[in-house]
Structures are given as C-alpha cells and as structure tokens.
T-cell receptor, first 114, second 114 residues
Framework: DGGITQSPKYLFRKEGQNVTLSCEQN?????MYWYRQDPGQGLRLIYY???????QKGDIAEGYSVSREKKESFPLTVTSAQKNPTAFYLC?????????????FGDGTRLSIL | AQSVTQLGSHVSVSEGALVLLRCNYS??????LFWYVQYPNQGLQLLLK??????LVKGINGFEAEFKKSETSFHLTKPSAHMSDAAEYFC????????????FGSGTRLSIRP
C-alpha cells in the first residue's frame, strides 16, 4: 500500500545534539511538508518542498533544516539551535503544491529532551 | 491572509447523539476548506474537502459539512455519534494558488459518552 513512513516513532535528544527525523513516501507526490504539533496549537508549518531539490521555510523554520535530494525523501534535522524541540512532528505530502490538494500524513515522530 | 477558528477545544456527546463541530474561516478569496481527523499518536486523515462544486460535502465515516458563505462557516456534523468517533478534529483553509499553504485550526477534541 502507498503511504508515508516516518521514523523513528519516538526520539530523545540530548542538550546540544542535532537529530534527524526521517520521512519517506511512495505515493509519487511532488510536494512534501513538515509540521510541528503542540497541545492546543494545531499544526504549524516548519518547511515545505514543492519539488525535488527545492524547499522553502514555513512559519517556524528557525532551528530546523531540511533537504530534498530525492522525490520520495524529505528528512528534517532538529538542530541544537532549536531550544524547545519537544513536540509531535508530522510529515505530509500532496500530489502537487497548491491550496486545493489535500495532504496525506505519516503517523508522526514524538521528540523529547533527555 | 487566511485563518480558521474552531469554536470549542473539547466537545462531549452521548453515543447516538448529533455531533456538531464548529469552524469559521477568514479568507480574502474563495477558499478551499478541509476537515481532518486525528486518532491518538497518529497522523491526520482527510475526512472531506470543499472545492466549490457543492455546498454540502459528504465525507467518510458518515460525516458531512456545509459551506455557508454568508456565515463564513464550515461546520462538521454527524447524525449519530459512535464510540469510534472519539478523536481530534481539525478544520483547515487554503487558497487557490500553487503557492497557497493549508492553514489548520487549533483542533477540537471529541469525546463520546456511553
């Protein structure tokens, strides 16, 4: 079955450490997205990519970095500059970028601080 | 600029009762509107989408939503609640252009009483 796979499901970060969250899709979608979810705040966009080798900052990009070297992969790195990284991170994809395209979501990675 | 407001962070209904989850949007252009559902520790799943073809939109699991332009609302309803409907529900809005991003509401947690 086609879908989005996020790994790991749970991740712990030490002070000063960078960690990378994996997101892989086999839906042949051009656009991919990373969101951060905090209780009571809904989803906030971190980065998005409309096509391979291209990506743009979302609303809360500071302290995060991404790459899009392959169509199916969009990893997110949470750097040590992100001082409050504890959250639920969701990766999504859509056939193409654009407001009318619904997004398909992975099951998330929960990041906590040790 | 677009925004979406979900009225009520928590709604509780009895099994078999009507479910009504409220969503109001703000948009300077005709919007696309979505409802998503999220079960614990999972990603979001699309329930339904409004794209201007019809004001009453039917979705999965017996849910439907009605677009009311005069009230800038897109409320989600289900005639008879089931225990399996307990989840968090997100309303979202976006615009027409390829650069448009989906803006999510803060979510409404639906509880079902036996």
């Amino acid at each position: 079955d086609g879908g989005i796979t996020q790994s790991p499901k749970y991740l712990f970060r030490k002070e000063g450490q960078n960690v990378t969250l994996s997101c892989e899709q086999n839906l042949n979608h051009d656009a991919m997205y990373w969101y951060r979810q905090d209780p009571g705040q809904g989803l906030r966009l971190i980065y998005y990519s409309q096509i391979v080798n291209d990506f743009q900052k979302g609303d809360i990009a500071e302290g995060y970095s991404v790459s899009r070297e392959k169509k199916e992969s969009f990893p997110l790195t949470v750097t040590s500059a992100q001082k409050n990284p504890t959250a639920f991170y969701l990766c999504a994809s859509s056939i193409e970028a654009g407001g009318n395209q619904p997004q398909h979501f992975g099951d998330g990675t929960r990041l906590s601080i040790l | 600029a677009q925004s979406v407001t979900q009225l009520g962070s928590h709604v509780s209904v009895s099994e078999g009762a009507l479910v009504l989850l409220r969503c109001n949007y703000s948009s300077s252009v005709p919007p696309y509107l979505f409802w998503y559902v999220q079960y614990p520790n999972q990603g979001l799943q699309l329930l339904l989408k409004y794209t201007s073809a019809a004001t009453l939109v039917k979705g999965i699991n017996g849910f439907e939503a009605e677009f009311k332009k005069s009230e800038t609302s897109f409320h989600l309803t289900k005639p008879s609640a089931h225990m399996s409907d307990a989840a968090e529900y997100f309303c979202a809005v976006s615009g027409y252009s390829s650069a448009s991003k989906i803006i999510f509401g803060s979510g409404t947690r639906l509880s079902i009483r036996p």
